[in-house]
């Protein structure tokens, strides 16, 4: 007990049922999203049975879905990229599960090792790939689920054809070493 305050609980906490906060049965915050992706991430036998790699096109598998979202498994083996892209109406939260990725966005290049997780908004425009030597698996959360992913034509100088409003939301783990 701190005697430095005037606040004191008296009794069992857990008694008072109305100061506490139900169970949520599905994610409905960015950072109960965050959450599922990195439960996910950590119980490897839930998805790398699931993992497949195909030589000729990214491989993805639908791991789950749940009321507005679902949660893809993808597999990158060296060199296979996304192209340049948006996820339309879609937040999403992408999380490396293996491996190594690069993000390029029109603000630049970003490594994304094992581990590292990017949160995003509706129409925030990159273009992901693997371009090390190695494959890559990765986990994504769409919410709401993912209805379409225009690609994006890049004009001559190398720019989007179209402007780029949306901004990524970042999380602790998206610093990136220099």
């Given at each position: 007990?701190?005697?430095?305050?005037?606040?004191?609980?008296?009794?069992?906490?857990?008694?008072?049922?109305?100061?506490?906060?139900?169970?949520?049965?599905?994610?409905?915050?960015?950072?109960?999203?965050?959450?599922?992706?990195?439960?996910?991430?950590?119980?490897?036998?839930?998805?790398?049975?699931?993992?497949?790699?195909?030589?000729?096109?990214?491989?993805?598998?639908?791991?789950?879905?749940?009321?507005?979202?679902?949660?893809?498994?993808?597999s990158?083996?060296?060199?296979?990229?996304?192209?340049?892209?948006?996820?339309?109406?879609?937040s999403?939260?992408?999380?490396?599960?293996?491996?190594?990725?690069?993000?390029?966005?029109?603000?630049?290049?970003?490594?994304?090792?094992?581990?590292?997780?990017?949160?995003?908004?509706?129409?925030?425009?990159?273009?992901?790939?693997?371009?090390?030597?190695?494959?890559?698996?990765?986990?994504?959360?769409?919410?709401?689920?993912?209805?379409?992913?225009?690609?994006?034509?890049?004009?001559?100088?190398?720019?989007?054809?179209?402007?780029?409003?949306?901004?990524?939301?970042?999380?602790?783990?998206?610093?990136v070493?220099?």
């Amino acid at each position: 007990m701190n005697s430095d305050s005037d606040l004191q609980i008296a009794g069992d906490i857990l008694q008072v049922q109305h100061l506490l906060q139900p169970a949520r049965e599905h994610p409905a915050t960015v950072g109960d999203f965050v959450g599922l992706a990195r439960s996910i991430a950590a119980d490897r036998a839930q998805w790398a049975p699931h993992v497949e790699y195909d030589a000729t096109s990214r491989w993805y598998h639908r791991l789950r879905t749940g009321p507005g979202y679902e949660v893809w498994l993808l597999s990158w083996v060296p060199g296979q990229g996304s192209g340049l892209h948006d996820h339309g109406p879609s937040s999403g939260v992408l999380t490396v599960l293996e491996g190594a990725l690069t993000e390029r966005t029109e603000r630049g290049v970003r490594k994304l090792d094992g581990g590292a997780t990017r949160v995003f908004a509706p129409g925030y425009v990159h273009e992901v790939v693997n371009d090390s030597l190695e494959p890559a698996v990765s986990l994504h959360v769409y919410y709401p689920g993912l209805t379409e992913m225009p690609m994006l034509p890049r004009t001559s100088s190398g720019e989007t054809s179209r402007p780029v409003t949306a901004q990524c939301v970042p999380t602790p783990e998206d610093v990136v070493p220099a």
